[in-house]
């Protein structure tokens, strides 16, 4: 059966270089990075938050299409708001492959000081939108805003698995991710 794990935590906590580790260790797997997928629409540097509406059908039709072929589909993303990700389970449910969320996390305080360093050394072009987008929202006070709803929404999703998250250490992540997902991923060669 195929899966769609979805990857939530805090921006900057390291879901898309988990999901990078995850696609390349696993043939097959859809990285279905939606800020990537962002980048695909013309115009997006214009008014990134805005090309989000756009990009999420696109990205329930790729996960749709890639789960009905099989194939497993890891989706990198910040979700707080429960419609959306019912939307991407209901994908997982009407394709008859399991839906996973793994909610990576690290401290408040910690989560906050690594947005700072997102994407430091990398040349990735939506970085500098939504570091943008965060400061024109409130800078710190937003982040922590964010933190604590993805948090407090974690008491209405029982399913949902929370694994740490280490500065600087992506695979020990990687090994708390591979434990929380099904046992017969967490094999050594994983």
Known sequence: MPDLILLNGP???GKSTLARMYADRHPGTLNLDIDQVRCL??????DFQA??????????SMAATHL???RDVIMPQFLDAEDEIAGFRAVAEDTGSSFQEVVIM??????????????????????GQIKAIVEQGGGMQLLESMYDGL?????TRPSATLIHSTHGAPEETYANLM???APEQASPES
Do not use: C, K, M, Y
């Open 11 to 13: 921006p900057g906590i």
């Open 41 to 46: 629409i013309g115009g997006w540097q214009d």
């Open 51 to 60: 090309t989000g509406a756009i990009v999420r059908p696109v990205a329930v």
């Open 68 to 70: 009905a072929a099989g």
């Open 106 to 127: 690290d401290t408040r305080e910690n989560s906050v000081a690594r947005f700072a360093g997102r994407g430091a050394g990398q040349d990735i072009p939506w970085h």
């Open 151 to 155: 948090s407090n929404g974690l008491h």
């Open 179 to 181: 434990n929380a997902l």
